[in-house]
């Protein structure tokens, strides 16, 4: 079975650190983001494809070589189809009932249940869905006994049908595909899933967590729930204070590292305490004080900092 993941947005949100890394390849706990979805797939998905357009050079290098134990199929768009035009890019790849994953969001989904009720319920596709406080800024759906029988992308607030969202994880029969036209710019959540609600949609309420991980702020929320229970007991040189991940290659003197810190690769500090900070490859810091931020790839700050994401392209507060 095949799974694409959409991978092409801009990350606009997280410039000028995209400028550099593009999202996908941005790590959550030192796992750039799309090879954690891949390895997190149920082993029935043998085949992940990724739907490209922004990085695509990046994505290829990145993949070239690397045995992450499923097939990879890397499909290019020329330009941005939008989140169905992508899909439909990929058709030509897939044999049967596909997932689809936003490449940008984090999940406690249990991908293996949905497919069971997807299966049971017969579905021509089934929505993995969130409840939220404010709504407005996600997919909406009208959810009656488990089928979704409206389906609102981005509605006016006030105008919401319920508080249940779309997660971004999805299980499609080939025929919602090719309801898709071929070539163009089509939206999945504005062109098609208001066609199919009603008619074979179904949706799958989940607990647990769910984080668009597409701000600084959501993407350090993002970083700190994937270091679930893989976090660093001890390592030379930091005392570290909660959960943090530090990575091997590290090399840490005199630190103070947690709750929520994440060391990523060849980073080297000195007399430094980092929380809820995530920092990024190749990394030098010296007697600072660092608090939610997002630092990286090879910076050197010898300062303190807050609420601030640093890039070789620049900086921004958040
Ligand atoms: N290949 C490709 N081409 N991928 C795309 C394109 C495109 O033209 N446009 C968007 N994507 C990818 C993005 O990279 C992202 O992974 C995913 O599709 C969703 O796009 P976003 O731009 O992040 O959409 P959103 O967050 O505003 O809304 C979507 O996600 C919400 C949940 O986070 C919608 O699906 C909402 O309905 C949903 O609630
Ligand atoms: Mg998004």
């Given at each position: 079975m095949e799974a694409i993941i959409l991978v092409g947005g801009l990350g606009t949100r997280l410039r000028p650190l995209t400028h550099t890394v593009p999202k996908p390849l941005l790590p959550l706990a030192n796992v750039p983001m799309v090879e954690r979805m891949v390895r997190n797939l149920p082993e029935v998905f043998d085949t992940a494809i990724l739907a490209v357009n922004y990085g695509l050079d990046e994505m290829k290098i990145y993949f070239e070589?690397?045995?992450?134990?499923k097939k990879i199929i890397i499909v290019p768009e020329?330009?941005?189809?939008?989140t169905g035009g992508a899909m439909r890019n990929c058709i030509d790849h897939v044999t049967g009932t596909t997932a689809v994953f936003n490449g940008d969001v984090v999940t406690s989904a249990d991908l293996n249940k949905m497919l069971e009720q997807h299966i049971r319920t017969k579905a021509k596709g089934t929505l993995a869905l969130w409840e939220v406080e404010d709504p407005s800024r996600f997919g909406v759906v009208e959810l009656k006994n488990g089928q979704i029988l409206q389906f609102q992308e981005?509605?006016?607030?006030?105008?919401?049908?319920?508080?249940?969202?779309?997660?971004g994880t999805y299980l499609l029969e080939p025929e919602v595909l090719e309801m898709i036209p071929p070539n163009q710019k089509i939206s999945i959540e504005r062109d098609i899933y208001p066609q199919v609600a009603g008619n074979g949609l179904y949706g799958f309420p989940f607990e647990g967590y769910f984080i668009d991980s597409g701000t600084p702020e959501s993407y350090l929320e993002a970083n700190f729930k994937s270091i679930g229970n893989n976090g660093t007991a001890a390592h030379s040189g930091a005392s570290i204070r909660g959960p943090s991940l530090i990575h091997e290659s590290a090399v840490l003197q005199d630190c103070i590292i947690g709750p929520n810190a994440i060391i990523g690769p060849n980073v080297k500090m000195e007399k430094c305490v980092i929380r809820r900070t995530v920092i990024l490859s190749d990394v030098k810091g010296y007697g600072s004080v660092i608090e939610d931020c997002v630092i990286g790839p090879a910076i050197s700050f010898e300062k303190d900092l807050s609420r601030t994401l640093v890039s070789p392209k620049g900086s921004i507060p958040f």
């Open positions: 070589g690397r045995d992450i134990g020329e330009k941005p189809l939008g981005k509605p006016e607030r006030g105008t919401e049908l319920s508080n249940l969202i779309n997660a």
